[in-house]
């Protein structure tokens, strides 16, 4: 959507090209494909062993039944229905109207 000031002043916009940055296609072919390299080998907290790669790491995390804090997929919610309260509220009316009174809460 368009705003009125745009329209109004439509005709003293200056269109022109918009300027390419020289090289930037060849700094892309430079660049070329970017491969994660393997994790450095560290000492678990878990149990002391040394875990040197990503399989190994996700093995041994694995094993433990530990996760790691942010690297889980979040579960999709899913909404519960509201259990159904006309049943209860004819109930609570009926005795209402049959004389029932709740003692004091001392």
Same mark, same amino acid.
Do not use: C
């Given at each position: ?12 916009? !200056? ?6 940055? /020289?090289?930037?296609?060849? #700094? *892309?072919? *430079? ?8 994790? #450095?080998?560290? =000492? ?18 694995? *094993?433990?039944?530990?996760? #790691?804090?942010?690297?889980?997929? /979040?579960? /999709? ?7 159904? =309260?006309?049943?209860?509220?004819? !109930?609570?009316? #009926? ?12």
């Amino acid at each position: 959507m368009t705003t009125k000031a745009y329209r109004a002043n439509y005709d003293l916009i !200056e269109w022109k090209p918009l300027q390419r940055r /020289p090289g930037l296609a060849r #700094e *892309a072919r *430079a660049r070329g494909p970017y491969f994660i390299p393997d994790i #450095e080998p560290y =000492v678990s907290p878990l149990d002391g062993s040394v875990v040197g790669s990503r399989s190994h790491h996700r093995d041994h995390m694995r *094993a433990h039944g530990v996760v #790691e804090a942010g690297t889980d997929k /979040p579960k /999709p919610t899913t909404v519960k229905p509201l259990p159904d =309260v006309r049943q209860d509220i004819r !109930e609570a009316y #009926e005795m209402l109207k049959a004389g029932y009174s709740q003692r004091p809460l001392l």
